[in-house]
Each structure stands twice: as C-alpha cells, then as structure tokens.
C-alpha cells in the first residue's frame, strides 16, 4: 500500500487546458516536494512546501499543500507541450526520508 | 563535472548473479538515497544514508546490501539477483530541502 496515493495516474490534454493532480496521504508529512521526470532521467525538484496551507506559485504551476500537512495539489494553467512528463510528489518524514506517490504521467497535446 | 553519477548506466545479468551498482556525488551531501522505479508504484526507498558509516533501510531492503565508506560514495550491492529485482535504481543525495537524482540505472534480470 503506497503512503501517498496520486491521482489521476493518466493525464491527456490539449493545449491551453487547466488541470489538477491530487496527491493524498492518511499520515502526516513534514514537508511535501513535487518532481518532475521525463523519460530517460532522474526525477529533477519543483517545489517543496513545509507550513500547512501554503501556496507557490512557479510560473504556470501552482502548489498548495493541505492545512493538516497530509495531501498537496499541483495546478497547471494553461498546459503546455513542454509541460509533458511524470509529476511525483513525495512526503518526507524528519525531512530526510521520503516516501513518493505512484506519479502521474501528464500528455499535452498540440 | 560537479553532480551525482551512477554506474553502469544500463546492465542485464543473470539470477544469482552479485551485481554492485555505483553512485557518487562531488557536493559532499551527508545524506544519500537508493531507490527503485517500477510501473505502478513510483520511487520505493532501499535504503538510505545519514554520512559515512551510516546506514539504514528504507521500504524495501531485502536483497541489497549498502556500504558508505567515504561521504562521496555509496554503493549498492545485489548479492544474489532475482528477476524481481529487474528496476531502474536511482541514487539522490539531499542539499538543504532539496534532493538531487543521478540519471538511474536499468537492471535486467534474466
């Protein structure tokens, strides 16, 4: 049983559209961080969020991390062809253990 | 060049096999990570290290062994492959919040 549950696992979109990727968990988290992997390489840092309620902003990509510190959503605007990838997010625990949702692989098309 | 290198980068043995796979990193980090991707369940913790000489499991330890001799290195050791163990591994390092991926190794088990 995965300690962070993602969702949606498949995303395919056209350009120009919003979306939303739910990363959900039952435990509590001392930071949560989202990823993004393309094919080939390793998974590169988006953002950490640490207080409960927080909000960043990155370009088109917006994070917030939930009041109890136990889920985090990823907002895109206006998606993008280069927007195309896995996203993960991970949860850590005394900030030096993690533990990473499934992903959700992401497809925009032109 | 400065960053975190794995190797090999790719490599396909056979059950039974001892296989050690290499990672090294040139900031100094004091922690280091390996983990394992497979479809459906993201990035699983092996295991995990604090500095030198210290090491500890993380998810799915079983069948790896680990080893930190020097703060650069961390090596990860297959002592007895099985086909189970086919994965692309990834090793990261932590700089403050951030966690930094080599580019992985894929591992074929035959």
């Known amino acids: 049983t995965q300690l962070l549950e993602q969702s949606p696992q498949f995303l395919s979109i056209q350009e120009g559209e919003n979306l939303t990727v739910y990363c959900n968990s039952s435990?509590?988290?001392?930071?949560l961080q989202w990823y993004r992997q393309e094919p080939g390489e390793g998974p590169v840092l988006l953002v950490t969020?640490?207080?409960?309620?927080e909000v960043k902003k990155l370009k088109r990509l917006t994070f917030q991390f939930g009041d109890a510190r136990k889920d985090s959503s990823l907002h895109i605007t206006a998606a993008q062809p280069g927007d195309t990838g896995l996203y993960l997010c991970a949860g850590a625990r005394n900030f030096n253990k993690f533990y990473f949702g499934s992903g959700t692989k992401l497809n925009v098309k032109p | 060049d400065a960053g975190i290198t794995q190797s090999p980068r790719y490599k396909i043995t056979e059950t039974g096999r001892q296989v050690t796979l290499m990672c090294h990193q040139t900031?100094?980090?004091?922690?280091m990570f390996w983990y394992r991707q497979d479809l459906g369940h993201g990035l699983r913790l092996i295991y995990y290290?604090?500095?030198?000489?210290?090491?500890d499991k993380g998810e799915v330890p079983d069948g790896y062994v680990v080893s930190r001799s020097k703060t650069e290195n961390f090596p990860l050791t297959l002592e007895s492959a099985t086909r189970s163990q086919t994965s692309v591994y990834f090793c990261a390092s932590t700089g403050g919040e951030t966690q930094y991926f080599g580019p992985g190794t894929r591992l074929l088990v035959l």
């Open positions: 969020v640490v207080t409960g309620g």
């Open positions: 435990s509590v988290f001392s930071s």
């Open positions: 290290s604090a500095a030198a000489d210290i090491t």
């Open positions: 900031w100094s980090h004091s922690y």
